[in-house]
């Protein structure tokens, strides 16, 4: 049996995905700020560990909890929508810190027992505004842009060793906490003069005509794990796909 070990776990894509996985015969290391036993079934196969990607102890303490690890998904994130030019620049930091500098030295902690087995899969989970461009995301376009590139590079750097490197792009998930956990108040980042310019955007992602679903990312993730033909990328959700199209 093969173990992956999952940041972000305590709700949304990552909830989903450490479920998927256990579902399907895995080890799943399930990591999250603060752990929270009731979402999930007891098992053998499930370890649930403390993690906060901000703090190098933090990390180094869970991989060595989790023990060897097949697979690393890069999954916690933080999410900002608002105008640049109101957003608080401490809220910036913590967006960058999280889902930038937090996968960074996630996968950094990762690479050593990944490259002396020679073998191992990183996936990266970014976001479709990595594919187009849109309103009143800068900041948190800008932190998953550098993971994009961040990811590329890699992918080149560590397959000499046997190691692959991926990407699963999910789209907007109305259902998920994208900024419940920023402690910015919408009314605060969208004052006037933008308040008449957003209103129909946010009247859009009320009601999304596509959108993506925890499990859209869950089978993308899964996909991208035990995909052996070299493709770098996976766009997950309706939107996600349409973007791409």
Request: proline share 7%; with cysteine; aromatic share 8%.
């Amino acid at each position: 049996m093969k173990t992956i070990l999952i940041t972000g776990c305590s709700s949304g894509y990552g909830l989903e995905t450490a479920r998927h996985f256990h579902a399907r015969g895995w080890n799943v290391v399930a990591t999250m700020r603060s752990p929270r036993p009731e979402l999930f079934e007891t098992s053998d196969r499930l370890r649930l560990l403390a993690l906060d990607v901000t703090d190098p102890d933090s990390i180094a303490l869970a991989l060595e909890l989790g023990g060897p690890i097949d697979v690393l998904v890069n999954n916690a994130g933080i999410g900002l929508f608002g105008a640049l030019e109101y957003s608080p620049m401490q809220r910036i930091r913590d967006v960058y810190a999280t889902n930038t500098l937090g996968t960074i030295a996630m996968t950094q902690a990762a690479i050593p027992q990944m490259r002396a087995r020679g073998s191992g899969t990183i996936v990266n989970v970014t976001s479709s505004a990595t594919l187009a461009s849109f309103p009143y995301a800068a900041a948190y376009t800008g932190s998953k842009t550098a993971v994009q590139g961040f990811t590329y590079s890699l992918a080149h750097e560590l397959a000499p060793f046997g190691v692959t490197v991926k990407l699963v792009e999910p789209g907007y998930g109305p259902t998920t906490a994208f900024t419940t956990n920023t402690d910015v108040d919408l009314a605060d980042v969208l004052p006037e003069p933008y308040a008449g310019h957003a209103a129909p955007i946010l009247a859009g992602m009320a009601a999304p005509a596509m959108f993506t679903t925890e499990t859209d990312v869950a089978e993308a993730v899964w996909t991208a794990v035990h995909d052996t033909s070299g493709r770098p990328h996976f766009p997950a959700g309706a939107d996600a796909l349409a973007l791409v199209a």
